[in-house]
């Protein structure tokens, strides 16, 4: 039986973002514990497009660890052309 942290980083680890992200990111994110699972369902669940832009990469992560206080995340995104989105 999975537990819900490890059926969120399935699905994070789906995301073409995640997959274009660089190793670091990655093991930032795959070592996130129980403590952050609300963070790890923010994740799996964020839209890739909307506002105009697609989410490419997730190009900056900081988690200070133990308690969560604040987190950095920064995407990089593209722009996409059809207004609608």
Known sequence: MTTEREQLLNKIKGLPWFQASEPGVKHSI???????????????????????????SLENFYY????????LVNFRVEKIEDPAI
Not at 32 to 49: K, S
Not at 64 to 71: N, R, W
């Open 30 to 56: 795959t070592n996130l514990g129980a403590e952050a699972i609300g963070l790890l369902r923010h994740l799996a669940n964020r839209p890739i497009e909307g506002g105009g832009v697609r989410i490419v």
């Open 64 to 71: 200070p660890g133990g308690k969560l206080f604040g987190v």
